[in-house]
């Protein structure tokens, strides 16, 4: 069965910074293209970020550039987002996401609440 494990989330200060995990089991993770998608409370899911299976391409939202680094860990079937230079507005749940046959998965998410 495809799972996914989100963790690292947790409550930081402005400023600070947070490393999330997704480890994937039940597929070749090495295989597909791994996206990081968010919540926030009372808005829509959005994308984050995204890595290709090779991890050689990368895509980050607007808002996140230059603040959020994806990478990943075939071997250990691992997809990680570094969150450096948090803000307030990047409080949400975060979920890693694969989709494959046309139908896509969902971690169960991690909270990020950014606050001082």
């Known amino acids: 069965q495809l799972q996914f494990v989100e963790s690292g989330g947790g409550l930081v200060q402005p400023g600070g910074s947070l490393r999330l995990s997704c480890t994937a089991s039940?597929?070749?993770?090495?295989?597909?293209?791994i996206g990081w998608f968010r919540q926030a409370p009372g808005k829509e899911r959005e994308g984050v970020s995204c890595?290709?299976?090779?991890?050689?391409?990368?895509y980050y939202t607007d808002s996140v550039k230059g603040r959020f680094t994806i990478s990943r860990d075939n071997a250990k079937a691992t997809v990680f987002l570094q969150m450096d230079s948090l803000k307030a507005e990047d409080t949400a749940v975060y979920y890693c996401?694969?989709?494959?046959?046309?139908?896509?998965?969902w971690g169960s998410g991690t909270l990020v609440t950014v606050s001082s």
């Open positions: 996401n694969v989709r494959v046959a046309g139908i896509d998965y």
């Open positions: 039940g597929f070749s993770l090495d295989s597909y293209a």
């Open positions: 890595i290709s299976s090779s991890g050689i391409n990368t």
